[in-house]
């Protein structure tokens, strides 16, 4: 298969990778990381000024209509950089509502307003599962139950959430401020400022059939592309790294062991690409693209962890000084490993699909 980027995402690409190189810099992502809602918001609003946050969606919702592959190499980009904003949270609930025919305010497409999703539980629950409750009243539902670490949600107007109705799991459309919505801030791996989400029949508007089924599908691609560009990212420093670095006066980067290590990296990364591809190419054409995103995600789990180990392993004591930028890969491919279940998970949903 030829997973080569036309035109159009290559323009994508490039303009992300400019704006996350040139703005994602240590100094704002630390002071993003201690601020109120854990994200830098003058990198978000600038993504919304260039239409990035719009690539995904269609035209109709004030979109370029390039689908979710348009939105895996916007994230790749942000993972290389680890740039804190909550694209994926945000761009994946609003090409849910996109992909059922709901309206999709323009304020989603341009970052003025953005949505977020809250799609885990607490327990070895499958997402696809929801223990938290919904309940008819008239036209509307009543939400309760709680959802574990939300991302993102301080700041956001609307969150999708899951729950299970008398008809079966669905997703539903609550706005942040709902009464019987109260939010508990939440510790990340990653630092981002997540949320707990309890809900005291909190009214919610259901979504079309095969809501939920979406989301975790976009979910679990975007996951896996910022993994995609999490690995490169700790890769690429990895090498700067080993090549700068003399030890017997010569660079650790020519001794064997070393370029071993590199080596396997670089083939997790190159699988990881390949089941990412594969599984957007299912599901931008509308096909059966299950057991392909359970793969992607599996690799993303299994394989982007190893890669930021290994890279963790190969910087040596400077690794793990949190003054230098390497813990961050590992930080972000650590929590991304665990998001939506990890790779024991994903392998007995991908072995129940199958």
Known sequence: MDFTLGEELEAVRD????????????????????????????????????GLLGVALPESAGGAGLGAAGLAVLLEEQGRTVAPVPVWPAVVAALTLASHGEDVPAAFADGT???????????????????C?????????????????????????????????PQGPGLFLLETSAAGASWERAETTSRDAAGHLTLDGARARALPDGALGTALRLARVSLAAVQVGVAEGALRMAADYLSGREQFGRPLATF????????????????LRVCLWHALSLVDA?????????????????????????????????????????????????????????????????????
Do not use: M
């Open 113 to 131: 307003s953005r949505p977020t999703v809250a799609l885990e539980e607490f327990g070895p629950a499958d997402p696809a599962a929801p223990r």
């Open 286 to 354: 509308g096909e059966d693209a299950e057991s392909a995103v359970l793969v992607a995600k599996w690799w993303s789990d299994e394989g982007g962890l190893n890669v930021v180990h290994r890279v963790q392993h190969l910087h040596g004591g400077i690794g793990v000084d949190v003054d230098y930028p390497v813990h961050r890969h590992f930080l972000w491919g650590k929590q991304i490993s665990g998001t939506l279940g990890g790779a024991s998970s994903d392998l007995d949903l991908l072995g129940a699909a199958l």
């Open 15 to 50: 303009l992300a990778r400019q704006i996350f190189t040139d703005r994602a810099t240590q100094a704002r992502i630390k002071d993003a990381e201690g601020s109120g809602r854990g994200y830098d918001e003058g990198l978000w609003a600038e993504l919304g000024e260039t």
């Open 133 to 165: 409750a919904a309940v008819r009243d008239g036209e509307d539902w009543l939400l309760t139950g709680t959802k574990a670490a939300v991302p993102t949600p301080f700041g956001a107007s609307h969150v999708l959430v899951s729950a299970a109705s």
């Open 256 to 271: 064997q062991a070393a370029q071993h290590q590199l080596a396997d990296c670089y083939i997790e990364i190159d699988a």
